[in-house]
């Protein structure tokens, strides 16, 4: 058990990026939309590119979407109303109105007249709830078919304007008078009598309506005729269009449907989940061999692996959503990103990856991954120092314009002429670019969640009104000094060899910052004159000397200061000797142990530390040269270096011998530029 334990703890960095690995690809697959593609890609108008397509099964032909729009409202318009009545009412009614109708009419009226008018006023109630009273206005057409019901049983039949609204109830009293002769002057006192005693007995049953109208819905056929097995479909080269667009559009439907179905939807996923597998294990294989100090790192993995789900968590969203609006999705983040905090090479290799995973879920895939591959290459040649704002909104319109304009060569070549194209199309690409500048927060806000260090920061980290700078300045002067020589020398020599030149020169600012603890006992900071290493012993010397690189580290971590820069303070001096002190001591001993007076290393294992050690160190020697002449600079500077070689102390950086050799040249030229003579003015 101690031992599987032990096996354990020793590969668990290889073991959480094989669980990162299993994760990532079954979320992947898992946000990937679950329907099946079409075999064939085919636009309506153009010509039927591939062989002749014959029914593989029996299908039926699916109506259109207009048809079906259009089949739909002629249902809705065709549907029937439903209301409810109360014939409680209208018994209640004809009785008040029994009651209260000698009350209205006075007795000076002669007996046949009332009589005619009592007949008249239960005609006029006859009428009324002949359908019914309305309780409330329906706003439908007129001409609607309604049916009534008593107690959920079909009562009467007609249309809406045979059913009466509350407010068109004395206009019909009205109506119903004018036909009676010599019964005008009765208009007001029936009015009266009616506005009392008339109540509303017929409801509008808008749930029952609804579900009969659903009913009817559900009716609907979805399809118009079928394609029996082994029919033609389409010939190899006719233009798709009318109804052979609609078989194919029928047989893609029925395909996608019928591939994910019940017997072989595992069968599907699984072959999913191989195809994101391999993709992801390219990427895992890229970094183990070409970027091995990333792969290492499982936070880097772990970043890496996110930003991939990330694009495919929002290009999926998108594509469920509307896929009409797939090129608003910023995929060129993902280059700006990985850029920023490792490569250009790593990000492009990254970002095809994402691109051909996206490719199995988006519509028209070719044309998709051929733009944003373009783009995505764009995005690595254009973009270069991110830390520079303006090179970012030129990159985003260099990118923005490729995509405009391979989009307009894509239409050209389906549609062979520019009448139907589309221009809002292209706000898609605008908006696009404009999202694409969203990396800058992004940036910063991945610095802080992963503790990764991009050159925005090391911008910041390069300000000489930064706290531990200023620290740096007045405590040890001198150090300083150097530190800004070095950082010169060492910004020239990255940009000569195309290596990280904001990194180098960040960490040599602050690769001595452990000085500041014992600052006297460093040459540079003694400007009285006193040297305290007079008093120690030579060992003792050299640890203070040594320790200055732990020192260095101690601070730079109470400071916050990134691991990359951390990296220079470590590396420095490699595993190198304080040799002053060691020679001294050995005039004394000559047995005297090597290893008490050699820094703890590591040794460089990056070019920018590689370029960090020999500009520190030809630098500090250069100051104790006498009358420097460019020969004298030119075997100084071989000394040093060669010296470095044969100690083995870039057998761990990525750096050549025609690197070191370009190093060797601009450290020549610049310190001969910093020692020239100058001309002796008179006095």
């Known amino acids: 058990m101690k031992d599987f334990l032990n096996i354990l703890y020793r590969n668990h960095s290889l073991i959480y990026k094989v669980l990162l690995f299993i994760f990532t690809t079954f979320l992947i697959v898992y946000l990937f939309p679950k329907k099946g593609r079409f075999r064939y890609n085919f636009e309506k108008g153009k010509p039927w590119q591939s062989e002749n397509l014959y029914a593989p099964f029996n299908f039926a032909i699916k109506k259109t979407e207009e048809e079906l729009i259009r089949e739909k409202k002629n249902i809705v318009k065709q549907s029937v109303l439903y209301f409810n009545i109360d014939d409680a009412v209208s018994r209640k009614v004809n009785a008040l109105y029994d009651k209260q109708f000698s009350d209205v009419f006075s007795d000076s009226i002669s007996k046949p007249d009332l009589v005619r008018l009592f007949t008249v006023g239960k005609g006029i109630l006859s009428d009324l709830y002949k359908f019914g009273i309305l309780t409330e206005n329906q706003y439908f057409n007129k001409g609607k078919s309604i049916i009534v019901l008593n107690n959920r049983v079909k009562k009467q039949t007609g249309i809406l304007s045979n059913l009466i609204s509350q407010e068109e109830v004395s206009q019909f009293i009205n109506k119903y008078l004018s036909k009676e002769v010599g019964l005008s002057n009765y208009k007001t006192a029936f009015v009266s009598l009616f506005f009392d005693i008339i109540e509303p007995n017929v409801i509008f049953d808008k749930s029952f309506t609804d579900k009969a109208l659903a009913e009817e819905l559900k009716k609907m056929v979805f399809s118009r005729g079928s394609v029996e097995k082994e029919t033609l479909i389409i010939a190899k080269g006719e233009i798709i269009e009318g109804d052979k667009y609609q078989k194919l559009k029928s047989l893609q439907s029925e395909c996608e449907s019928q591939v994910w179905n019940e017997s072989n939807y595992n069968w599907i996923l699984f072959a999913y989940t191989l195809l994101v597998a391999l993709a992801l294990l390219m990427l895992l294989l890229f970094l183990r061999k070409y970027r091995v100090e990333v792969f290492e790192n499982s936070t880097k993995v772990t970043f890496i692996f996110f930003n991939v789900t990330l694009m495919v968590l929002i290009t999926t969203f998108v594509v469920n959503y509307n896929s009409q609006y797939i090129y608003v999705v910023p995929i060129c983040v993902l280059p700006l990103i ?331 030229r610049k310190l001969a530029n910093i020692y020239h003579l100058r001309i002796e003015y008179p006095e």
């Not at 009448?419 to 800058?440: H, M, N, R, S």
């Not at 980290?461 to 800004?484: C, E, I």
């Not at 004159?529 to 732990?550: F, R």
Request: glycine share 6%; proline share 3%; with cysteine.
């Open 338 to 668: 990985f850029k920023a905090f490792f490569d250009t090479r790593l990000g492009l290799f990254a970002h095809v990856i994402t691109v051909l995973l996206l490719g199995s879920i988006v519509p028209n895939s070719y044309e998709y991954m051929f733009l944003q591959i373009l783009a995505g290459i764009v995005t690595i040649l254009t973009v270069s120092e991110l830390y520079k704002r303006v090179n970012l909104f030129i990159s985003v319109g260099q990118i923005t314009l490729v995509y405009i304009i391979g989009y307009f060569a894509f239409f050209v070549i389906h549609e062979g002429s520019i009448d139907t194209l589309d221009w809002k199309t292209f706000l898609l690409f605008i908006l696009c670019g404009l999202a694409t500048l969203f990396v800058q927060p992004l940036i910063y806000v991945y610095e802080k969640l992963f503790g990764l260090v991009s050159d925005v920061s090391l911008l910041e980290l390069s300000d000489m009104n930064s706290k531990l700078l200023k620290k740096l300045a007045d405590v040890s002067p001198g150090t300083f000094h150097h530190s800004l020589n070095v950082a010169n020398l060492a910004e020239a020599s990255a940009n000569e060899i195309g290596a990280n030149a904001m990194l180098v020169r960040v960490g040599a600012l602050y690769h001595d910052i452990g000085k500041m603890m014992n600052p006297n006992y460093f040459i540079e900071n003694q400007s009285t004159g006193i040297n305290p290493h007079d008093e120690l012993s030579c060992k003792e010397s050299a640890q203070i000397i040594i320790a200055h690189v732990i020192n260095g580290i101690e601070i730079a971590r109470k400071n916050n200061l990134p691991d990359r820069v951390i990296d220079f303070i470590r590396t420095h001096h490699g595993t190198s000797v304080v040799y002053y002190f060691y020679m001294k001591e050995k005039a004394v001993d000559e047995d005297v142990d090597k290893s008490e007076f050699a820094y703890p290393g590591p040794k460089p294992f990056s070019k920018e530390t590689a370029i960090l050690m020999m500009c520190d160190s030809v630098e500090a020697a250069s100051k104790s040269l006498k009358n420097p002449t460019t020969t004298k600079i030119d075997v100084f500077v071989e000394k040093i270096i060669n010296k470095q070689i044969d100690e083995g102390q870039f057998l761990n950086a990525n750096i050549t011998f025609k690197e070191i050799e370009s190093i060797k040249k601009v450290l020549k």
